[in-house]
């Protein structure tokens, strides 16, 4: 099997022009098939200020509102997504960009609040089928999907979603055709034993450790969603996942940085 | 040869929720080969006002500074494209949204300022190239591409592009494939010889007549670009263009509605 890298980039790295464009170069220079997510940054949170929307908050939660969903629409599918692909084709990478939307490449539905409080989030979607067909058929075009994290509910509904989970959804659907490998790419070296030390970076996560972490308590909380959907994935036919610095793409791809999450 | 319908919808229709949806619907419909290029419409313009950018004009026409850009590139590429797509999804057309920088599906040129006054239009973007064949590889998979007026010079830079030209374009381009029908669909039922008399539609229009009527002013000054364009796009191979209202697709397809622009 041919592998197939995912590279999902935390708005904190869209946010910084240098070192998204750090970034952009050396995922561009990837020698193989690949596929990039984004986040969202602070862009939309910025927008949304100027245009004096309020943020609706619920339970220290931030609502996606009908006018939150148009802002995180232009913003994340399209002004960082747009410069996104037109920064990679400048690079040689062949990109397209793409919502759940677009040829139906991500379904979803609309969050459904739980008992018994039973919040209602907005316009939040849950992913239930990527359509791997779509995404192979661009691969093998020699083409680089990069998906914004929007995607629809095939009712006409755009929903706003985790580019998290978007990432390992992708990577996982994508392990029927490819050794997949999945890399969550942000501005720390990895998952660190230490929040305060930088370089106290977990080499080696498997469920084992990950469970004895937890319980110890030495994880630092804001990690543990994107553990969760690394040990998602991993439990569904990805490969290997990789946490690290967006900074040091390469050296993550080849082993020399970051954290590796594997089965035991 | 078969038939390719490219539909350009103007922002007229596409600020009109209710028009906008009732020509998606027949536009879904068309059970051919098709191709939709959206205009922009009002929505930059009110962002912009909102967010307290002043609008740069120099001998009245506007000119696309950076901040200009970033709202049409949120606005025609993220909001406008990945609705109306989302909805054709919906009506089941399986659309894909794209601008220019997509797989490098338009690549253009930064407008330069003709002597004597040389404007500068800022991030305008003239087209060079048409990418046929990846046009043509997503009509053989039964995707529906929909192209917002946003192109790239490949060099990382997003350029603002007229959705009329970039239709004549695309038309023009996949003439090597298909006999390829334009249609420039907007909220009049076609080039009127009365512009206060809605009905006084000129059915056809050869190259001959068109001179006639600019020589005797009988034409509205705002529709020559427009048919400027059309005979730009028979010249270059387009079979036949048709201008007519978005609300009467079905009749414009076939015959029964609009101003026909053919060869003499």
Redesign the interface.
Known sequence: MNQLIIVKISGNIVDDDHALQHFLKSFAAINQAKILVHGGGKLATR?AE???IQQQMVNGRRITDAETL?IV???????I???I???L??YGA??????G????AILAHKRKGKMPDAVDYGFVGDIDEVNAVFFN?LIQ?L?VPVVSP?T?D?????LNTNADTIAQSIATAMSTFYETVLIYSFEKKGVLLNINNPDSVIPLIDAAYYNTLKTNQQIFAGMIPKLDNAFTAIEQGVAKVIIGNADELAELINGKAGTTIQHG
Chains 1, 2 share one sequence.
């Open positions: 927008m100027t245009m004096g148009k629409t232009m913003v994340y599918a399209g002004y997504n747009k410069n692909v037109a920064q084709q400048q062949n990109a397209i960009g793409l919502t939307a677009d040829a139906n058929g075009q083409l929007i629809h095939g009712n006409g509904q755009l």
